[in-house]
């Protein structure tokens, strides 16, 4: 990740915290807090919300698709990749208007689905319309060459 843009936030690692899970967790917490309960950002002109439920230990839906992976809900297992990066959602959505982004529509589970995709820094946000607002649903690395190959066909397709 040479080339970041200059509105990209630095990383939040684990080791700026003495390897203490617990408090890094919050800290972390507190970034999403700052900037998707707090101080709500648009896209586009409709206000982003992050998913509350299932709230976890506390904590909203969207929080936990932001820092961890898995495909069973309950069972995500933290990423500290993800947890890295908590501060990059907010930065890439409000920059959207940046020529370091490809942006497209498409359809995943039945619902229009808006992918941001950073792909100098291998990183994509992922929004779900709705009818008055959209929603933080994702945000995760791109790394495997048939994701980045996949992201480019969609854009292409959906950018035609």
């Known amino acids: 990740m040479t080339n970041n843009p200059d509105w990209l936030p630095d990383l939040v690692p684990l080791s700026d915290y003495g390897g203490d899970w617990k408090k890094y967790l919050e800290e972390i917490y507190r970034y999403f807090k700052r900037d998707f309960i707090y101080n709500r950002p648009n896209f586009r002109g409709q206000r982003v919300s992050p998913k509350r439920l299932p709230m976890l230990k506390g904590k909203e839906a969207t929080f936990w698709h932001l820092i961890s992976e898995g495909d069973c809900e309950l ?86």
């Not at 208007?97 to 619902?111: A, F, H, M, V």
């Not at 790394?143 to 950018?159: G, I, L, N, P």
């Open 75 to 160: 069972e995500r297992l933290p990423d500290l990749r993800r947890c890295e990066r908590i501060r990059w959602p907010r930065a890439v959505i409000d920059n959207e208007k940046s020529t370091s982004l490809k942006i497209w529509e498409n359809k995943r589970s039945g619902e229009r689905r808006v992918v941001i995709w950073l792909e100098c820094c291998e990183y994509a946000v992922i929004l779900a319309k709705r009818r008055n607002y959209v929603l933080l649903w994702t945000a995760y690395q791109v790394t495997r060459d048939h994701q980045k190959r996949k992201f480019q066909k969609e854009f292409e397709e959906a950018t035609k």
